[in-house]
């Protein structure tokens, strides 16, 4: 301890002050392999910023075995939404917030400073385990971009884990959701609006009309859609010859989602016809969902790794992607567990120092379940 806070906690304050939005991950990727370093650990860095258009690669730590049992790696983005002014974290009566008025960067930071932090007692205290590898990943934030850059082959470890889920400490997420992104764009004709409105096509009403038409929100408990964003019209007394808008939908069932997509489609092009504009729309899949069991080795060693900590294990799903999304599609075995973040991605964002101390201990129980495993 220094200052009267756990070391964790010091820990969090320092990588949370430090500024980090997706693709200027530099200050923060080069504190975390100072710390590492202090520790009598390499680190690798990859060329995946120079292809994803990031000041930093993926960091990638190795502590060789000193046990049997099953390697882990665990991971963590060093990227956090932008930030809208400073970040000054602050402890007030045991929970750390952010005093600047933004974002805290407890997503992801908070998993950063608990994974150096249980690594650090690993060294020190000779803590046997199976071996241990540590990513952390630049640009989770605008589509997991560090994660997909990395060659996930050079990992020895094929179970895994990261703490990306704002939730109590001992839920364990057994599954995320398919995603699909929507381009969509409506070609109309300008025209002046008070000579000669009737020669025009408004791409902004027939944008409207698709987006009112629309299935929107929380469609069932496995389903989502949204528009998050609109552009168009060049000015207040032209007829709008364009308009795009972007939009996405998300469903556990991948089936059902395509489904959800050819919907969306249909109505998009339906209000095009009928204001007599074009349309071209863009269909990409942004994240492949993944479902696990409970027996399932990686949900098997957390939950005995949250027994062991004193902690009930819960099951949920995620709304959401991780950079879980990516290691499972390409055949490893990575679960997301939630740690105690708050109100992610907004100035009220927070999270405990109770629960940054218990997800250290979460942590090596982990390596303790895998080494027994």
């Known amino acids: 301890m220094e200052g009267g806070l756990p070391e964790v906690v010091e820990l969090f304050f320092e990588l949370a002050a430090v500024p980090s939005p997706p693709g200027q991950e530099r200050a923060v990727a080069d504190r975390v392999i100072a710390y590492l370093r202090g520790l009598g650990l390499g680190v690798d860095e990859d060329d995946a910023g120079a292809r994803i258009d990031s000041t930093i690669g993926n960091l990638l730590c190795r502590i060789e075995p000193n046990g049997e049992g099953t390697p882990l790696f665990f991971c963590a983005h060093l990227d956090t939404v932008p930030p809208e002014g400073p970040i000054e974290p602050v402890l007030d009566d045991g929970i750390v917030r952010n005093g600047g ?3 805290l960067g407890a997503d992801n930071k908070a998993a950063v400073a608990v994974m150096l932090e249980a690594t650090r007692r690993v060294v020190a205290e000779n803590h046997p385990h199976a071996g241990i590898e540590l990513l952390f990943t630049p640009k989770e934030e605008v589509g997991l971009r560090g994660a997909d850059a990395f060659d996930h082959e050079r990992l020895q470890a094929s179970v895994g884990y990261v703490y990306d889920h704002a939730g109590p400490i001992g839920e364990v997420i057994l599954g995320a959701p398919y995603q699909a992104k929507l381009d969509v ?19 902004i009403v027939a944008a409207a009309r698709a987006i009112v038409d629309l299935r929107l929100g929380r469609l069932d408990d496995e389903t989502t859609a949204n528009v998050g964003q609109i ?37 998009i092009t339906f209000a095009g016809q009928l204001a007599d504009c074009d349309v071209e729309t863009e269909v990409t899949p942004s994240a492949r969902g993944y479902r696990f069991r409970r027996d399932d080795t990686p949900v098997r060693l957390a939950a005995l790794a949250l027994e062991r900590t004193g902690l009930q294990p819960s099951y949920g799903l995620s709304g959401g992607g991780a950079d879980a999304n990516v290691f499972n599609e390409r055949g490893l075995q990575c679960v997301n567990l939630a740690n105690g973040m708050t109100d992610i991605h907004t100035p009220a964002e927070r999270i405990s120092v109770a629960d940054l101390e218990q997800m250290v201990d979460v942590t090596l129980g982990l390596v303790d379940a895998a080494r027994d495993a």
């Open 231 to 267: 552009a168009g019209g060049t000015a207040r007394n032209v007829v709008p010859e364009r308009c795009t808008f972007w939009a996405e939908a998300r469903c556990h069932d991948e089936s059902k989602l395509a489904e959800l997509v050819q919907e969306m489609l249909e109505t």
């Open 185 to 203: 764009s409506f070609h109309g004709r300008a025209a002046h609006s008070g000579m000669y409105p009737e020669e025009g096509r408004s791409a």
């Open 101 to 103: 008025g933004t974002i």
